[in-house]
Structure formats: structure tokens, C-alpha cells
């Protein structure tokens, strides 16, 4: 009887998170989109959780973003994608998961990108037009869309507390429990589940009553009060710190990090004619200066 009991606590917690482990069996790979470039430079300049590492923590931080890119197919929807936009499709990944190095993302495997904002029917065209993000069950069964858009204004502007991305992959995780409901199983131990779902329900009554600098859309539902929560924790972590540390404390516990920025977290940007960070020997102009980040 205890041997049956066990057999089923196993099959019951395999299912639950069997979507996340990394796998060693080759079949799992699906199109290999790994980039020859070198991602640094592009990491290092428009990735501040990135630059917040240590060496030994960046040289993971590359691998798991070029595993991303070998099992997740990423392809543009009547618009050009960049190797940087597929470098920050890899990133919004890999930093909600960036503790738990033996997981991965099994219910996703194409990162669709539209040029901007889309509505319900997916054309960014004409009317309603609201969408910049979405991934969830039925028809986007292991299917992402993201606006182009919102993808690249997530790292371009360190200054706000959102990141489009991120917000939907931090989705991927809340449903490996079966369900999109705010209270991610993967993250939380037990004994975090009362405090954490209790703490959603005050904050999103605070947002509901204009009490809280957490987005507005946190307060449409459990789920996106989490989501939100995270963009908010790993673009502005020093603002949520001071501004919300019960909800920051919380968020330090489920996503196993404390994600303080350094002091260099702010590039200065070098003149057009200036000699390229990077250290490739061109001109600013003609090497990163000309990658763009434009919001048209």
C-alpha cells in the first residue's frame, strides 16, 4: 500500500513538473536558430540583469540563452526580426528561470513576432489593437506572439517597470501547475502559498483603488498581478525594494535571487564618431550605434 502511495506522489509530481526539466535526449531539439555572433556585446549592452553578473554567472547566463534558441523556434509575422530581437526573446526567457538551471521551457516551441501592437485576430492593422503580448492554451498551445514593439522598448527603457516579455514567460510558469491563476507551484514551497496569495489579493485591491505603483493591469487578475509583479521585480528591483518589500521579499524567495544592479548598469553611450565600445575598432556609427531600437 505504501509502495502504491509513492508510485502515485511520483507520477503526480512528474506530470506537474515535467514540463520544465531539461532533457538530455537529442529528439528534444527542435530547429537549431543558435547564433554564430557573438551575443555579449548586445547582452552587455541592452541587458542589465546581464550585466549585473559575475564572469562565472554571464558564461551560464550565454549558454542557457543559446539553448533557448536551439529548442524554440522564433519567426517574424510580415516583419523582419534581428538577431538581437531573437537574443532578447532568448533573455525574457532565461532570466525568470535563471536559478533553476535544471529547468526548461517544455510548453513552448514558437515565439511568434508581430511588428506592433495586434488585436484578437492577430493583425496589426485596423481597429482594437491592444495586444502586445499573449500565450496560453487552445490556440497557442505552445505558441507565443509578442509585439515587436513592446519586445524591444522592454530592454531599451530601463527606467519603467516593464518588460512585455518577460511578463509572458513568467505566464509559462504560473501554468505549469495546470493553470494560470497567480500562485506558481514551480517557485513556491507550501509554506509560501497562504502569505503569497494573500498578499495578491491585498495588492491587487490597492491597485483597484489607485493605492499601488504597481501597473493597473495587475489588477485584472491573480495572474497578471503576478506577472506584473515580475516584470516590476526584475526591471526595477531597487524601486520595489523600497516601495513594496513584503511583495519584493516574497519575489526574492520564489525566484531564488536578489537581483541588485551594479553600479555600471547605465552604458554611456559613446559619440557617433567615437570608437565602439565593444572593441571591435569601428566607428560608433557604423558598429552598435547603428542597430535599431527605434519604436516606429
Not at 515535467?18 to 557573438?38: A, H, M, Y
Not at 532565461?94 to 535544471?102: S, Y
Not at 528591483?237 to 536578489?258: S, W
Amino acid at each position: 500500500m505504501i509502495l502504491l502511495f509513492i508510485l502515485i506522489l511520483f507520477i503526480l509530481l512528474w506530470l506537474a513538473y515535467g514540463s520544465f526539466w531539461k532533457s538530455s535526449n537529442g529528439s528534444e531539439t527542435r530547429e537549431d536558430q543558435s547564433l554564430d555572433v557573438n551575443i555579449i556585446p548586445d547582452l552587455q549592452q541592452h541587458v542589465s540583469f546581464y550585466r549585473a553578473l559575475n564572469p562565472e554567472e554571464k558564461k551560464v547566463f550565454e549558454e542557457e540563452v543559446h539553448e533557448f534558441l536551439s529548442k524554440v523556434k522564433i519567426v517574424g509575422v510580415d516583419t523582419e526580426i534581428t538577431d538581437l530581437d531573437r537574443i532578447l526573446v532568448a533573455t525574457s526567457a532565461v532570466i525568470p528561470l535563471f536559478a533553476f538551471r535544471e529547468w526548461f521551457y517544455r510548453n513552448i516551441s514558437v515565439v511568434e513576432i508581430y511588428r506592433d501592437a495586434f488585436n484578437a485576430n492577430f493583425e496589426t492593422n485596423g481597429s482594437n489593437r491592444k495586444i502586445l503580448g499573449m500565450v496560453g492554451g487552445g490556440v497557442m498551445n505552445g505558441r507565443m506572439s509578442l509585439s515587436q514593439k513592446a519586445l524591444r522598448m522592454g530592454f531599451s527603457n530601463e527606467t519603467d517597470k516593464r518588460n512585455t516579455a518577460i511578463h509572458e514567460f513568467v505566464h509559462l510558469l504560473d501554468m505549469t501547475d495546470g493553470s494560470a491563476d497567480g500562485v506558481p507551484t514551480l517557485l513556491l514551497d507550501k509554506h509560501m502559498s497562504l502569505p503569497w496569495l494573500e498578499l495578491i489579493r491585498e495588492g491587487i485591491e490597492k491597485i483597484r483603488k489607485n493605492e499601488s505603483d504597481l501597473d493597473d493591469y495587475g489588477g485584472t487578475n491573480e495572474a497578471e498581478f503576478f506577472a506584473v509583479a515580475a516584470e516590476y521585480f526584475f526591471e526595477r528591483p531597487e524601486m520595489m525594494k523600497q516601495k513594496n518589500p513584503q511583495l519584493y521579499e516574497l519575489m526574492v524567495k520564489a525566484f531564488r535571487r536578489v537581483p541588485e544592479l551594479d553600479s555600471d548598469s547605465k552604458i554611456q553611450i559613446p559619440g557617433r564618431n567615437d570608437l565602439c565600445w565593444c572593441g571591435s575598432g569601428k566607428k560608433y556609427k557604423k558598429c552598435h550605434g547603428n542597430i535599431s531600437m527605434e519604436q516606429s
